[in-house]
């Protein structure tokens, strides 16, 4: 079957480092997303993922490992304004389009 | 401001009223998705359209009917829906192989 998983809830200090994990499961792998959603608001992506090895992006990096299944956002000097959901997604059934996300990781960042 | 607009932002409709969601997007993108995001679960695609055709159709109920008349804007219309219809409705554009671009979504409450 066709399955993300990620963790539902994490809290991190500002200033610190969090690292968000997804394991995933899809038949025809075509890279595999990560996105940023703010309550009551529209997710926006941050980034994509289609080799492995890790991707940086200012405070934000990305990593996949294909071999396992698995990937992880790393995000460095949170911010109050980091304080949001992120999402994990990968196409299924080998199209970019078809997009099947995890439920989530809500993320709370505390002075 | 992502790009794309969804109207209305918040919807209340009884079980037997008939309403229409509006999705446009300014992007240029030529394919555009409707998605449900329920309270602590995945975002779940509902339909896809490429240039104006339907492409996916995610085994979503007969009482939720996409229309998308151009590549510029999409419509989901309701009819009969059910309490647990409830849910934020989303609407994304993309090209093809590009990161999807999302509304700021339509909060629906059945009564």
């Known amino acids: 079957g066709q399955n993300i998983d990620q963790p539902t809830e994490m809290t991190a200090t500002e200033g610190a480092i969090v690292q968000i994990n997804c394991t995933y499961q899809?038949?025809?792998?075509?890279?595999l997303f990560w996105y940023q959603q703010h309550a009551g608001e529209a997710p926006t992506f941050l980034s994509y993922?289609?080799?492995?090895g890790l991707e940086e992006k200012g405070r934000f990096s990305s990593f996949l490992s294909r071999s396992k299944g698995y990937s992880y956002l790393l995000l460095k000097e949170l911010q109050m304004k980091d304080s949001a959901s992120y999402l994990c997604a990968a196409p299924f059934s080998g199209g970019y389009n078809k997009l099947i996300f995890g439920a989530g990781t809500r993320l709370a960042v505390h002075p | 401001e992502t790009g794309v607009t969804q109207t209305p932002r918040h919807l209340v409709m009884g079980m037997t009223n008939k309403k229409s969601l509006k999705c446009e997007q300014h992007?240029?993108?030529?394919?555009m998705y409707w998605y449900k995001q329920s309270a602590k679960k995945p975002l779940e695609l509902m339909f896809v359209y490429n240039f104006k055709e339907q492409t996916e159709n995610n085994s979503v109920p007969s009482r939720f009917s996409p229309e998308c008349p151009n590549s510029s804007h999409l419509f989901l219309h309701l009819h009969t829906l059910q309490p647990e219809d409830s849910a934020l409705y989303l609407c994304?554009?993309?090209?093809?192989?590009?990161?999807?671009?999302f509304g700021d979504g339509t909060r629906l409450s059945i009564l």
């Open positions: 993922n289609v080799l492995d």
């Open positions: 899809t038949s025809g792998f075509n890279g």
């Open positions: 992007l240029g993108h030529n394919a």
């Open positions: 994304a554009s993309s090209q093809e192989g590009q990161p999807q671009h």
